[in-house]
């Protein structure tokens, strides 16, 4: 009996063992709802009740076809038929105004645009530069000079007509930036002009006739140094320069000389000094500037000389010859200058200017020698007169811009050589060669600026500012 006990519970538990393997599995659950749906407002929808008379699911019968399973984060939708065990209890509605709380974005989600300003590239710069700055061609003017002689309105001693002298100065100054950042500034220029003398002195061979000047051609390269910040923000303010200028001779003078060009060279330091302030409106502050130039003279002589030119001299040795020298003494081939110019403004756009220039000349230096004759040997000493010689320069003037179109400057200027023909030293101050004059500057691109609207600096009335930023 022990024996075919055992038999006979051996095959229940195999039969019972079958029957599982038999059983179909239970249908797939739901994965768990994303916490950040699509529309979270929307509540998953709960189970339909099921049809009257309708038949009951088995237990553990698998889902009807048709009815795939619900998205990762999207709500589940309702099954064809619902489950013949009871309906979960539905959760609760949650409440109206939720507590914030950190979401992360899906990575599937679109994400809206933002600005990121983390550095400044060229372009960024260049961009933020072509809002802010004028036209690249602003500082070009055109400019009509009324000089004469102080002597000439009775000032400055006894009448002398060799310097009796009133003429007009006609210039045109173009001006153009090829580097127009906030700190840093290169900018070429040029001088054209040309004088002409109304009165009847011994300045040109003929009765008002005009003659074309000296033309300049300038490269300037400057830079901010160093700016007050802080409550005095922009009160203070050092800039630095150094300027290369090529001055071709187009003047008669210069062109009948033997003239090559003169190339001048030099730096020079700007200093703005609070005064009042700039909410003040006079005596704002104050601008002073210290310059030092070098120049040098490339010509095709020592001596003025004139191409073609035949004048008959005797030699040493008593024969005619023939040579192009005007002179005998030495140009000016070598100058160093220093000056330095202080502007002040007085009330609202009146200013008021003056400048002291110190100029050192230096000439060639000619050695001695000896004719040879045919008597012999006739020795000749060297230069003839001084190789150096002191320039001075004094000017004073005040200026007023009209609608900042034209500027009206009037103004004294006394440049002479510091020792006189007498053998005396003149007066800085005050010379024979004195003169009043009167300034009418034409502003030309601002006058193209008022005309066509363009290169004036954009204003967005209401509009925030955007951040700025600095070029790296």
């Known amino acids: 009996m022990t024996f075919r006990s055992l038999l006979v519970a051996a095959g229940v538990l195999g039969s019972i063992s079958v029957a599982s393997a038999q059983t179909p599995p239970a249908p797939p659950t739901a994965p768990p709802v994303d916490p950040t749906p699509l529309q979270p407002t929307e509540q998953p929808a709960a189970p339909a009740p099921a049809a009257p008379g309708a038949p009951a699911a088995a237990p553990g019968a698998p889902a009807a076809p048709g009815a795939p399973a619900a998205a990762p984060g999207v709500a589940a939708a309702p099954a064809a038929a619902p489950p013949a065990e009871p309906a979960p209890p539905a959760?609760?509605?949650?409440?109206?105004?939720?507590?914030?709380?950190?979401?992360?974005?899906?990575?599937?989600?679109?994400?809206?645009?933002?600005?990121?300003?983390?550095?400044?590239?060229?372009?960024?710069t260049v961009q933020e530069e072509d809002e802010e700055t004028t036209l690249r061609w602003r500082g070009t003017t055109f400019t009509w000079n009324q000089g004469g002689s102080t002597t000439l309105f009775g000032v400055g001693g006894e009448y002398i007509p060799a310097i009796q002298v009133y003429g007009w100065d006609f210039t045109f100054r173009p001006n153009f930036y090829v580097l127009d950042l906030p700190k840093d500034k290169v900018s070429v220029s040029a001088e054209i002009g040309w004088v002409t003398e109304l009165t009847n002195s011994d300045t040109t061979t003929d009765y008002r006739e005009p003659q074309f000047k000296d033309t300049g051609l300038s490269?300037?390269?400057?830079?901010?140094?160093?700016?007050?910040?802080?409550?005095?923000?922009?009160?203070?303010?050092?800039?630095?320069?150094?300027?290369?200028?090529?001055?071709?001779?187009?003047?008669?003078?210069?062109?009948?000389?033997?003239?090559?060009?003169?190339?001048?060279?030099?730096?020079?330091?700007?200093?703005?000094?609070?005064?009042?302030?700039?909410?003040?409106?006079?005596?704002?502050?104050?601008?002073?500037?210290?310059?030092?130039?070098?120049?040098?003279?490339?010509?095709?002589?020592?001596?003025?000389?004139?191409?073609?030119?035949?004048?008959?001299?005797?030699?040493?040795?008593?024969?005619?010859?023939f040579d192009d020298q005007l002179s005998g003494s030495s140009q000016t081939m070598d100058s160093l200058s220093t000056g330095l110019e202080v502007d002040l403004p007085l009330y609202k756009d009146l200013s008021l200017a003056t400048s002291f220039r110190f100029i050192s000349q230096f000439k060639h230096e000619f050695e001695g020698g000896c004719a040879r004759l045919p008597t012999g040997c006739a020795p000749y000493e060297g230069s003839q007169g001084p190789t150096y010689a002191v320039q001075t320069a004094f000017d004073v003037s005040v200026s007023y811009p009209v609608y900042e179109v034209v500027g009206l400057t009037l103004g004294y200027n006394n440049s002479n050589m510091q020792l006189g023909l007498d053998g005396q030293r003149r007066n800085f101050f005050h010379s024979p060669d004195a003169q009043f004059y009167l300034d009418i500057t034409a502003n030309l691109d601002v006058i193209y600026s008022k005309v066509t609207g363009r290169g004036e600096k954009p204003e967005k009335a209401g509009a925030a500012s955007a951040p700025r930023r600095q070029a790296l």
């Open 91 to 124: 959760q609760p509605a949650p409440p109206a105004e939720p507590p914030p709380a950190p979401v992360s974005p899906r990575p599937d989600a679109a994400v809206s645009p933002r600005v990121q300003w983390t550095q400044a590239t060229a372009a960024d």
């Open 219 to 321: 490269a300037r390269y400057s830079r901010e140094l160093w700016q007050s910040g802080g409550a005095n923000e922009g009160e203070y303010k050092t800039d630095g320069a150094m300027r290369l200028r090529v001055l071709l001779p187009t003047s008669p003078n210069s062109s009948n000389s033997g003239k090559y060009f003169l190339l001048s060279v030099g730096p020079q330091i700007t200093q703005k000094i609070k005064l009042l302030g700039s909410k003040a409106d006079g005596l704002n502050n104050v601008t002073a500037t210290l310059g030092v130039t070098y120049a040098h003279l490339f010509a095709d002589s020592y001596t003025p000389v004139k191409t073609g030119l035949r004048r008959p001299r005797t030699a040493a040795s008593g024969d005619p010859m």
